[in-house]
């Protein structure tokens, strides 16, 4: 079965940077487009960055863009979201995500919190 598992969250001063991991198993990974969303108290899940099967093509949400950069390891099978210059507005849990029709498929999540 799909099974996604982050890794990487904690608490960061503002201005500082994390690296987000994300542990696929399941289904073969270097066919699907992998994503990372996030859930703030009080807010809808939004899609904070998105990356193709080869990695050839990465979006971003207008708010992380410059700031947030999504990759890929289709050999480890495991997507990484490195964070710098991180705000406090930043502060949600932060899910990987895979759309394998029919389904969508979501992680435990793992909590960034950007306070001094």
């Known amino acids: 079965q799909v099974q996604l598992v982050e890794s990487g969250g904690g608490l960061v001063q503002p201005g500082g940077s994390l690296r987000l991991s994300c542990a696929a198993s399941?289904?073969?990974?270097?066919?699907?487009?992998m994503s990372w969303y996030r859930q703030a108290p009080g807010k809808e899940r939004e899609l904070v960055a998105r990356i193709t099967k080869n990695g050839g093509q990465r979006n971003y949400a207008d708010s992380v863009k410059g700031r947030f950069t999504i990759s890929r390891d289709n050999a480890k099978n495991t997507v990484d979201l490195q964070m710098n210059s991180l705000k406090p507005e930043d502060t949600a849990v932060y899910y990987c995500?895979?759309?394998?029709?029919?389904?969508?498929?979501w992680g435990q999540g793992t909590q960034v919190t950007v306070s001094s």
């Open positions: 399941g289904f073969t990974f270097s066919s699907y487009a």
């Open positions: 995500n895979v759309k394998k029709y029919p389904y969508d498929y």
